[in-house]
Each structure stands twice: as structure tokens, then as C-alpha cells.
């Protein structure tokens, strides 16, 4: 099923990132590749967009901060905490470094895109 390949595919790549950060694709070449898989077969195209939105979905249940996840980390934390709530710059403090971490990583993953498609 597509949530098994989705889940596969993160657990390799983080289980053994070093060898499969370099397979890690942003916005521009995923993009590309969809254009690729429409021009070939446009039924594979719904196929590929549905890969691509459980891949989103998965990803964004990851306890990282910014993410959905990360807020459900949070609450689970302050469930530990018998229900006493971070304080507000602590929490902003967390999901801020997170969403720098997100954005300076898709900016990366833009640039390699970029120089991938000029080589």
C-alpha cells in the first residue's frame, strides 16, 4: 500500500541518513519529477500525487517542532507535566528553532535542486 513505501522509505532514510540524505529531493525536483510522470502517463500522476501527500502527512506527524507533531509533543509534555503548561517563550523558543531548522532545510534542498538541474 502507499503508506507502507511512504514508511519504508523514511525509516531507511532515517536509519541510515548519511547514505540517503542524498536521495532527499526538494520542491523543485519533486515538481520535475511530476512533470516527468504526467508526460509518460497521466494516470500515474494521481498515483504520484497521492505519494506525495501521504509522504506530507507522515512528515508532519514527526515530533519537530513547527510541525504538527511537534505540537502534539508539546501537549504531551505538558500531559507529564500534570497538565502544567510550558512557559509561552519556552514553547515559542521550541517552535522557533524548529521552523528555522524547516525553512533553512528547504532552502538548502531548493539550492541543490538547482544545482542538480545546472550539472
Given at each position: 500500500?502507499?503508506?507502507?513505501?511512504?514508511?519504508?522509505?523514511?525509516?531507511?532514510?532515517?536509519g541510515n541518513f548519511q547514505n540517503s540524505s542524498k536521495d532527499v529531493?526538494?520542491?523543485?525536483?519533486?515538481?520535475?519529477?511530476?512533470?516527468?510522470?504526467?508526460?509518460?502517463?497521466?494516470?500515474?500522476?494521481?498515483?504520484?500525487?497521492?505519494?506525495?501527500?501521504?509522504?506530507?502527512?507522515?512528515?508532519?506527524?514527526?515530533?519537530?517542532?513547527?510541525?504538527?507533531?511537534?505540537?502534539?509533543?508539546?501537549?504531551?509534555?505538558?500531559?507529564?507535566?500534570?497538565?502544567?503548561?510550558?512557559?509561552?517563550?519556552?514553547?515559542?523558543?521550541?517552535?522557533?528553532?524548529?521552523?528555522?531548522?524547516?525553512?533553512t532545510s528547504g532552502v538548502f534542498l531548493i539550492f541543490?535542486?538547482?544545482?542538480?538541474?545546472?550539472?
Amino acid at each position: 500500500s502507499l503508506c507502507k513505501i511512504v514508511s519504508t522509505g523514511l525509516m531507511q532514510l532515517f536509519g541510515n541518513f548519511q547514505n540517503s540524505s542524498k536521495d532527499v529531493s526538494g520542491p523543485l525536483a519533486i515538481v520535475a519529477v511530476g512533470a516527468e510522470v504526467a508526460r509518460s502517463d497521466a494516470s500515474g500522476l494521481y498515483q504520484f500525487a497521492a505519494l506525495v501527500n501521504v509522504n506530507l502527512g507522515i512528515v508532519n506527524l514527526l515530533p519537530l517542532p513547527a510541525l504538527d507533531g511537534g505540537y502534539l509533543a508539546l501537549i504531551a509534555v505538558e500531559a507529564i507535566r500534570g497538565g502544567q503548561k510550558l512557559e509561552k517563550n519556552v514553547e515559542g523558543a521550541i517552535m522557533g528553532s524548529g521552523l528555522l531548522i524547516l525553512m533553512t532545510s528547504g532552502v538548502f534542498l531548493i539550492f541543490r535542486d538547482i544545482f542538480n538541474f545546472v550539472k
